[in-house]
């Protein structure tokens, strides 16, 4: 109860810079939330499972919507929620911009707005606001938001360990991106996409070619292991076949769900548009892969926490009830802001805080040393 009552606070607390509000179901908690990114406010959703405790880091996966849909749509048609209710991570639903006729993902098509620096500082913020593994972060979605996938996977590759995409696909103009690590990628597409078509056109690349590409960027098996989906579904008018490519650098991999017949559509999900398969679950599928793979696999330094370990910065305990403990000190100052930003202490030098008239939530502390300045964030009980 003591657990539920610290997250409880924290999502109750709003800033100046983050707008927040939430609803909880028996499986969990969905909160919807914004922050600021290139002066615009952009809104998302963050469902949380109900055995995440905030003691313990919890992998982290985006999942990003198709052209013209949005959040909310997404999270009840890609359905991860009783998938993370027993894998135990957190799912975040973004939202894109307003153009061409309704919500996208700006994957390279014009110079505004920049999505790559949305998802960074909405990584950033999750990273601060709750107690993710940065090694576990990882990105999919639905055709733009397949696409926006690829395109994080090409300019934002020290942030995620793994993409998938359904239905869809990359640009032509930018197929040629060669981010310098290995990155494990899952397509799920079906022959019949009328939207994104499987063989490509003046926009897209062929996805056989996308899935050439990823396989020999990432240096695997050219050969596949070829594995029949059991066609249990007779009336989806579509049949399954899963192509793994695998011995990958740093253990990485390529996975193909060919959906002969498929629409574009995510396989398992409901409502069934026309051709939806219903053989597998792309979504189990999705986690199934995205639980292979850690980002520290294929760099070092990652993220947050490790930035913080390299600089030898430690806090501890971490979540604390009365007192946190600083190392190193040694030429060192700090200062306490809550998340609302207001500053709560003058300029500090002691071993320790005392943090025990401080109400439950979430503080950051940030460190000052040498002209470099750490943030970190500390929770108390």
């Not at 290139?38 to 469902?47: A, E, H, Q, S, T």
């Not at 991106?177 to 490509?200: F, L, Q």
């Not at 056989?208 to 596949?224: A, L, Q, Y």
């Not at 980002?295 to 926490?305: H, M």
Request: hydrophobic share 40%; with cysteine; proline share 6%.
């Amino acid at each position: 109860m003591k657990t539920r009552k610290i997250l409880r606070n924290k999502l109750l607390m709003t800033s100046l810079f983050f707008i927040t509000g939430f609803f909880s179901t028996a499986q969990g908690i969905t909160v919807l939330d914004s922050i600021v990114s290139g002066g615009v406010y952009r809104k998302f959703r963050i469902y949380i499972p109900p055995i995440y405790s905030g003691t313990i880091a919890a992998p982290l996966v985006m999942d990003l919507h198709g052209f013209t849909s949005n959040a909310v749509q997404q999270q009840f048609y890609s359905n991860f929620k009783p998938i993370a209710d027993t894998a135990g991570f957190i799912t975040i639903y973004p939202e894109g911009t307003v153009s061409f006729g309704g919500p996208f993902w700006n994957a390279g098509i014009t110079n505004i707005p920049n999505d790559v620096q949305f998802v960074n500082d909405l990584m950033t913020y999750c990273q601060f606001a709750y107690n993710i593994d940065d090694k576990r972060i990882y990105s999919c979605g639905m055709s733009n938001g397949g696409i926006m996938s690829y395109y994080l996977a090409c300019n934002a590759p020290n942030r995620i360990a793994a993409i998938a995409s359904v239905t869809g696909t990359m640009f032509n103009n930018w197929f040629g991106c060669a981010p310098s690590r290995a990155i494990p990628v899952m397509e799920i597409h079906g022959t019949g996409d009328d939207t994104v078509p499987y063989a490509g056109d003046s926009n897209f690349a062929p996805i056989d070619s996308i899935v050439k590409k990823w396989v020999k960027h990432n240096n695997c098996n050219p050969v596949p292991l070829i594995i029949p989906v059991p066609d249990i579904n007779a009336s989806d008018n579509s049949f399954s076949i899963n192509y793994r490519y695998t011995g990958g650098r740093n253990g990485s991999s390529v996975e193909l769900y060919k959906v002969f017949g498929g629409s574009h559509s995510w396989p398992g999900a409901f409502p069934v548009f026309a051709n939806t398969n219903q053989d597998f679950s792309a979504s189990v599928e999705i986690w199934r892969f995205f639980r292979q793979y850690k980002l520290n696999q294929f760099i070092d330094n990652v993220g947050l926490a490790e930035s913080q370990k390299n600089g030898q910065v430690k806090i501890y305990p971490n979540p604390a009830s009365t007192k946190i403990y600083l190392q190193p000190l040694e030429g060192a100052s700090y200062l306490v802001f809550d998340l609302s930003g207001k500053q709560l202490t003058n300029e500090l030098f002691l071993e320790t805080l005392d943090i025990s008239e401080f109400q439950t939530g979430i503080y950051f502390l940030h460190l000052k040393k040498n002209n470099v300045l750490s943030v970190l964030k500390f929770i108390k009980e």
